[in-house]
């Protein structure tokens, strides 16, 4: 699915759509600040990665290891 298609659904259903852990959102900001990326987290599925520049790669899994692992899905 994609990052907005899901985004859209816990809008419209709530938090708990996808299961019983709270949703988490993250995005990437580049040297200008601008945001560069997205992703969101619906435990137990797999991360959902948007289009991230390659300095953002890095970081990313370093997030996910931090968050217990989850898999990623981009």
């Given amino acids: 699915m994609a990052l907005l298609t899901v985004a859209e659904t816990l809008r419209r259903r709530g ?3 996808y299961g019983e852990g709270a949703p988490r959102y993250g995005w990437w900001r580049g040297a200008d ?3 560069a ?3 969101l987290w619906t ?3 797999a991360v ?3 289009a991230v520049p390659a ?3 890095g ?3 370093e997030a996910c290891v931090a968050l217990g692992r989850p898999a990623v899905s981009a």
């Fill in 37 to 39: 990326g997205a992703l």
């Fill in 15 to 17: 938090s708990d759509a």
């Fill in 33 to 35: 600040g601008a945001v």
């Fill in 59 to 61: 970081p990313l899994a």
């Fill in 43 to 45: 435990p137990p599925h």
């Fill in 55 to 57: 300095e953002a790669v």
């Fill in 48 to 50: 959902l990665v948007g």
